[in-house]
C-alpha cells in the first residue's frame, strides 16, 4: 500500500459534514431565559463579594502549599482568618491573603525546625550513653550548626516571617481602625444634624 492510499483510509483524514443539532422553539426559549438569569452580580458588593469566593473555596491554596502538605488544612487555617477579619474591601483582601501566606510559611518552618531538632536529638541518644536530657539537647544543637543548611539560618528565616506577619497584621488592623473611626464620625454627624 502506497502512502496516498494509508491516508485515504486513515478516518482523520476523511471529509466529514460537521453533524448540525436541532434545537426546538420550546428549548430555545428556556435556555435564552436561563441566560438572562445567570449573568452574575451587578453591584459593587456583589461582585467583591463574589471575588471572595476563590479564597473561600481554595483556589488559591495551590499557590501557598506543597505537595507533602493537606489542602483541607489550608482552607480550615484560611478559613478561620477570613472569619476573624472578615475582609470588606480589596485593600482588606489583599493584606489577608499575604497574612494567611506568611502565617502559613512560619508554621511551615517553625515545624522543619522542630522536625531537624528531633532527628538531631535521636541520632545523639543512638550512640551515647545514658546523659541527662540537658546534655542530649547540647549535643543535638552542636550538632544541627555543623549540617547545612545552617539551623541558624532557617531560625532567622522563622523571625522574618515572625516579624512580616506582625508587620502586615497592624496595616490591617490600620485600615479597619481607620474604617471603624470614619463610620464612628459619620454616625456623630448624622446625629449632630439630626439633634
Given at each position: 500500500?502506497?502512502e496516498?492510499?494509508?491516508?485515504?483510509?486513515?478516518?482523520?483524514?476523511?471529509?466529514?459534514?460537521?453533524?448540525?443539532?436541532?434545537?426546538?422553539?420550546?428549548?430555545?426559549?428556556?435556555?435564552?431565559?436561563?441566560?438572562k438569569?445567570?449573568?452574575?452580580?451587578?453591584?459593587?458588593?456583589?461582585?467583591?463579594?463574589?471575588?471572595?469566593?476563590?479564597?473561600?473555596?481554595?483556589?488559591?491554596?495551590?499557590?501557598?502549599?506543597?505537595?507533602?502538605?493537606?489542602?483541607?488544612?489550608?482552607?480550615?487555617?484560611?478559613?478561620?482568618?477570613?472569619?476573624?477579619?472578615?475582609?470588606?474591601?480589596p485593600?482588606?483582601?489583599?493584606?489577608?491573603?499575604?497574612?494567611?501566606?506568611i502565617?502559613?510559611?512560619?508554621?511551615?518552618?517553625?515545624?522543619?525546625?522542630?522536625?531537624?531538632?528531633n532527628?538531631?536529638?535521636?541520632a545523639?541518644?543512638?550512640?551515647?550513653?545514658?546523659?541527662?536530657?540537658?546534655?542530649?539537647?547540647?549535643?543535638?544543637?552542636?550538632?544541627l550548626?555543623?549540617?547545612?543548611p545552617?539551623?541558624?539560618?532557617?531560625?532567622?528565616?522563622?523571625?522574618?516571617?515572625?516579624?512580616?506577619?506582625?508587620?502586615?497584621?497592624?496595616?490591617?488592623?490600620?485600615?479597619?481602625?481607620?474604617?471603624?473611626?470614619?463610620?464612628?464620625?459619620?454616625?456623630?454627624?448624622?446625629?449632630?444634624?439630626?439633634?
Amino acid at each position: 500500500m502506497n502512502e496516498e492510499q494509508n491516508i485515504a483510509k486513515d478516518p482523520s483524514t476523511v471529509e466529514t459534514k460537521p453533524r448540525k443539532k436541532t434545537m426546538s422553539e420550546a428549548a430555545l426559549a428556556a435556555n435564552r431565559a436561563n441566560a438572562k438569569k445567570c449573568t452574575g452580580p451587578k453591584t459593587r458588593e456583589g461582585k467583591f463579594k463574589s471575588s471572595l469566593n476563590a479564597l473561600k473555596h481554595g483556589t488559591y491554596s495551590h499557590i501557598f502549599i506543597l505537595k507533602t502538605e493537606d489542602a483541607g488544612t489550608f482552607e480550615n487555617f484560611s478559613k478561620s482568618f477570613i472569619d476573624e477579619f472578615q475582609p470588606e474591601t480589596p485593600s482588606e483582601l489583599e493584606l489577608l491573603k499575604q497574612l494567611i501566606s506568611i502565617a502559613w510559611r512560619r508554621n511551615r518552618m517553625a515545624e522543619l525546625i522542630q522536625i531537624r531538632i528531633n532527628n538531631a536529638i535521636d541520632a545523639v541518644v543512638a550512640v551515647s550513653e545514658p546523659t541527662p536530657a540537658a546534655q542530649i539537647t547540647l549535643r543535638a544543637f552542636d550538632r544541627l550548626e555543623k549540617e547545612k543548611p545552617s539551623f541558624a539560618r532557617q531560625e532567622a528565616h522563622e523571625l522574618r516571617l515572625a516579624n512580616l506577619f506582625q508587620r502586615t497584621l497592624a496595616r490591617l488592623q490600620s485600615i479597619k481602625d481607620k474604617k471603624l473611626r470614619n463610620e464612628t464620625k459619620f454616625i456623630r454627624d448624622r446625629l449632630s444634624l439630626a439633634a
